[in-house]
């Protein structure tokens, strides 16, 4: 694999000084990373990276003051185009799972090699998505075959919100009716569906619409489907906003 000509630029976050010490002494042996963000927590991280953006995060699990699950909800939407690998001792499917789903690039045990972490930062920057040894044999086993849909989901990368703008792009609607309906902004919706297209190697949205059906990611809809569901998040948008309403009433 071809090396970046700049330096991948690099985030660490974890609440251990002692595993932040000696992944930042690591680092410095590699020149193809560049270690621009250390972190204390999930909030100390994102204060950080309004100032300073980075390529890829490896993010600690658990951390006080903000998780790394929270973390990686508020970077999915604030922060889109930073990939995150996450850091765990748990060598749990379910954990790994849901990590993948929310739209982490990469689930690593923290037991793993430093050449294993070299890996998976330079094929997450190339690739968007890096499957480690641990990831591939859960979901290989008898209990994970039937989320046949779920593995290609994680090992394109996508994360649920990436799924439901994939829907929405076969439905038909534009960027910005699709960030209207999803609450982020275009450029946000822009970016997901470059980052769709490059993983299924396509430039069209119409060789998306087959790639996904195939998938089973998209099932072909009527107008009057669309434009019920339209109505339906429409009402639920309005209850909410009348329930907030009695209540700060």
Request: hydrophobic share 40%; charged share 30%; net charge negative.
């Amino acid at each position: 694999m071809s090396l970046p000509t700049n330096p991948i630029r690099v985030a660490l976050v974890d609440d251990h000084a002692i595993v932040r010490q000696g992944l930042a002494s690591m680092f410095r042996d590699f020149d193809q990373i560049a270690l621009l963000i250390i972190a204390t927590n999930g909030q100390d991280f994102l204060s950080q990276l309004e100032e300073q953006p980075v390529d890829i995060v490896l993010l600690d699990i658990e951390m006080p003051v903000l998780s790394g699950i929270q973390t990686l909800q508020q970077l999915s939407t604030q922060f889109p185009e930073v990939k995150a690998i996450m850091l765990s001792m748990h060598d749990d499917p379910d954990i790994a799972l849901e990590c993948l789903r929310l739209g982490a690039a990469s689930y690593l045990l923290k037991e793993c090699s430093l050449s294993e972490m070299i890996e998976a930062i330079e094929k997450v920057y190339e690739n968007g998505t890096y499957l480690s040894a641990f990831t591939e044999n859960s979901f290989a086993s008898e209990n994970y075959k039937h989320h046949e849909r779920q593995q290609i989901q994680i090992a394109k990368g996508f994360s649920d919100r990436d799924i439901k703008v994939l829907q929405l792009l076969c439905d038909g609607f534009t960027s910005k009716d699709i960030g209207e309906q999803i609450h982020v902004s275009k450029k946000t919706v822009d970016l997901i569906r470059t980052r769709l297209l490059k993983a299924y190697e396509v430039k069209t949205s119409n060789e998306l619409m087959r790639l996904s059906i195939l998938d089973g990611f998209y099932k072909p809809r009527t107008n009057e489907e669309i434009q019920a569901e339209r109505e339906n998040n429409a009402k639920e948008k309005l209850e909410r906003r009348l329930n907030r309403l009695r209540k700060e009433g």
